[in-house]
């Protein structure tokens, strides 16, 4: 899918998560303050599911909002658009809990109809359409922004635990980065077997140097821990990354 970058700002974004959400109510209010203080935010399409029906097709669509806070971590919301209510037209539901979010995908599944739901593990939660589509990246241009990039990427350093992490060489060159520009990777991936749920994301961060170089980090962030501790990592390229989480998937017995 490549980078898909939401418009307007976090603020704006979140005001409107609320607004068509027809269970915004349920939302602690500590929730949408903490995504209005975000630096930015980013929108993907989680997971699509269609059923066939004599008056017309329904349907439903998981959508992951994701807010990075000031503080360098991240906050999650999962918009759940569906069209099983009482009109033709869709309905909107916001969760910040993603057990929740799975209890409503269910209720809606059984709802509009189709295949029992357990007969769905293990499937794509994505069309194939779509997987086809998302294996050619769209190209978004980068925006900097000058705002303690140096700081930035010292914070991002040092949050790394996998010991092959870019060394002193690098924090050396980073020390001298004046602006930078952070992207959320989003990523298709496979329902995992199991009750626990596991995901990773991938953080792409593009830092301009002094002398007019760039340095690009690739961070990711995933739970794919024996204690379901999460976990952020950083690379200095994006394969190094994928491969890193292939190979805890891989240790865990999980499919990504």
């Given at each position: 899918?490549?980078?898909?970058?939401?418009?307007?700002?976090?603020?704006?974004?979140?005001?409107?998560?609320?607004?068509?959400?027809?269970?915004?109510?349920?939302?602690?209010?500590?929730?949408?303050?903490?995504?209005?203080?975000?630096?930015?935010?980013?929108?993907?399409?989680?997971?699509?599911?269609?059923?066939?029906?004599?008056?017309?097709?329904?349907?439903?669509?998981?959508?992951?909002?994701?807010?990075?806070?000031?503080?360098?971590?991240?906050?999650?919301?999962?918009?759940?658009?569906?069209?099983?209510?009482?009109?033709?037209?869709?309905?909107?539901?916001?969760?910040?809990?993603?057990?929740?979010?799975?209890l409503a995908e269910r209720r809606v599944h059984e709802r509009i109809g189709g295949a029992r739901w357990e007969a769905l593990d293990g499937l794509p939660l994505w069309p194939?359409?779509?997987?086809?589509?998302?294996?050619?990246?769209?190209?978004?241009?980068?925006?900097?922004?000058?705002?303690?990039?140096?700081?930035?990427?010292?914070?991002?350093?040092?949050?790394?635990?996998?010991?092959?992490?870019?060394?002193?060489?690098?924090?050396?060159?980073?020390?001298?980065?004046?602006?930078?520009?952070?992207?959320?990777?989003?990523?298709?991936?496979?329902?995992?077997?199991?009750?626990?749920?596991?995901?990773?994301?991938?953080?792409?961060?593009?830092?301009?140097?002094?002398?007019?170089?760039?340095?690009?980090?690739?961070?990711?962030?995933?739970?794919?821990?024996?204690?379901?501790?999460?976990v952020c990592e950083v690379y200095l390229d994006e394969v190094s990354a994928e491969l890193a989480a292939d190979r805890h998937a891989r240790a865990l017995g999980v499919d990504?």
């Amino acid at each position: 899918m490549g980078h898909l970058r939401a418009g307007g700002t976090p603020a704006e974004l979140m005001d409107g998560l609320l607004a068509r959400a027809q269970n915004g109510f349920e939302i602690d209010d500590a929730v949408p303050a903490q995504a209005r203080s975000a630096q930015m935010h980013q929108s993907e399409l989680r997971s699509c599911r269609q059923c066939n029906d004599p008056s017309g097709p329904l349907g439903y669509s998981t959508y992951r909002h994701v807010f990075l806070l000031p503080d360098g971590s991240s906050l999650l919301l999962w918009e759940l658009e569906h069209s099983s209510g009482p009109d033709d037209g869709p309905h909107h539901e916001l969760y910040a809990d993603e057990d929740a979010l799975a209890l409503a995908e269910r209720r809606v599944h059984e709802r509009i109809g189709g295949a029992r739901w357990e007969a769905l593990d293990g499937l794509p939660l994505w069309p194939e359409q779509l997987l086809h589509q998302a294996a050619e990246p769209l190209e978004s241009p980068r925006t900097y922004v000058a705002d303690n990039s140096a700081d930035h990427a010292r914070r991002v350093l040092r949050r790394a635990e996998n010991p092959d992490r870019p060394g002193e060489e690098t924090e050396r060159l980073l020390a001298t980065a004046f602006a930078h520009d952070i992207a959320l990777a989003p990523k298709p991936r496979r329902r995992s077997g199991g009750p626990d749920t596991t995901w990773c994301r991938f953080y792409e961060h593009a830092f301009l140097l002094a002398g007019g170089d760039e340095i690009v980090l690739w961070e990711l962030e995933h739970n794919l821990t024996h204690d379901g501790r999460l976990v952020c990592e950083v690379y200095l390229d994006e394969v190094s990354a994928e491969l890193a989480a292939d190979r805890h998937a891989r240790a865990l017995g999980v499919d990504l």
